[in-house]
């Protein structure tokens, strides 16, 4: 039998799957969901936990687990289709991620960027259009700290942030969203553990954070398909308003985009990566990170997870 792989990401919600899922365990295929089953509580939180990223299903299923997709999809932007927002953020958050994870592994395929950007679109007129998307995606907890998780949330930020700013211009709010999304690529192939605050990296850690920004920008400045506002994001996402970023930038010479996912990737890092708890993560940004963002930025992304 042939089977292809999908993503654990996509498998969100309480919709029944018309295909059965397999696990690859020591070369051997596993039934490990069969259809007329769903993907909903405790089994994707073992995935995640346990770093599963992929599935598989028989090549023969591929139409009907593109359709489950799709049906996933349409019922969770439809604002009347009667489910819960926790419910629509799961299966959003999870296509997101999945976007997110495509780019990475994929940069040179256009139409898995080109589709990436069409759903950041989708996914700002969501958290713009429903006062309880925010905190229904921000409580989406990150098990396995996965950077395209990370990338959702700091677009859900950045969203929110730019909102609060007055920034209204839909194409800048499109490719401020996508670039979130895809901040980290540097990180996508690199060694560095994550999971420690970045005043506490090694000489070695610290160099190889350093060098994120410009490795992802570097993997996809040839990419003809990539907006240059995206290649600003990722290059620039560290760079800091006292210039004390990898590249040496002060806030009047960073992208405006890319300060804006400045202020919210670093949110987001204390809390995912460096473990403070969300009802003190708006104390720790404000302590820890003034000087290195817009204060604005700061109080604003502090009223946000007070919110929460």
């Known amino acids: 039998m042939n089977y292809i792989s999908i993503r654990v990401s996509t498998l969100r919600g309480d919709q029944k799957i018309n295909f059965n899922t397999y696990v690859k365990l020591n070369e051997k295929h596993i039934l490990y969901i069969r259809r007329g089953d769903s993907f909903e ?3 994707l939180q073992r995935f995640k936990e346990k770093k599963v990223k992929k599935l598989f299903i028989l090549m023969e299923d591929e139409q009907s687990y593109l359709s489950y997709l799709q049906k996933n999809i349409e019922m969770a932007y439809d604002n009347k289709s009667g489910k819960d927002i926790g419910t629509r953020a799961e299966i959003i958050q999870g296509s997101q991620q ?3 994870e495509e780019v990475f592994e994929n940069p040179e395929n256009a139409i898995s960027y080109n589709y990436a950007k069409d759903a950041a679109g989708k996914y700002v007129s969501f958290i713009m259009s429903n006062a309880e998307g ?3 995606v921000m409580n989406i907890e990150n098990t396995d700290k996965n950077i395209a998780h990370h990338g959702v949330i700091v677009s859900t930020l950045a969203i929110a942030l730019a909102q609060k700013l007055g920034l209204t211009d839909e ?10 999304l895809l901040h980290d690529f540097g990180h996508h192939s690199s060694s560095l553990n ?6 506490k990296m090694t000489p070695a ?9 410009k490795a992802g920008a570097d993997r996809v400045s040839d990419k003809k398909h990539f907006d240059q506002a995206v290649i600003n994001i990722i290059s620039q996402h560290e760079e800091t308003s006292n210039g004390l970023g990898p590249l040496g930038m002060h806030e009047k010479e960073i992208d405006p985009l890319a300060l804006i996912v400045s202020s919210a990737n670093a949110m987001d890092r204390i809390m995912t990566y460096e473990g403070i708890p969300k009802a003190d ?5 404000m302590l820890n990170h003034v000087g290195r963002h817009p204060l604005q930025h700061l109080q604003i992304l502090g009223e946000i997870i007070k919110g929460l």
């Open 171 to 180: 194409k800048r709010v499109q490719l401020l969203t996508l670039g979130s």
């Open 41 to 43: 509580g405790e089994r």
């Open 134 to 136: 925010i905190n229904a």
């Open 98 to 100: 999945s976007n997110a």
């Open 205 to 213: 850690d610290l160099d190889l954070w350093k060098k994120h920004p």
């Open 281 to 285: 993560a708006a104390k720790t940004l």
């Open 194 to 199: 994550l999971i420690q605050p970045i005043d």
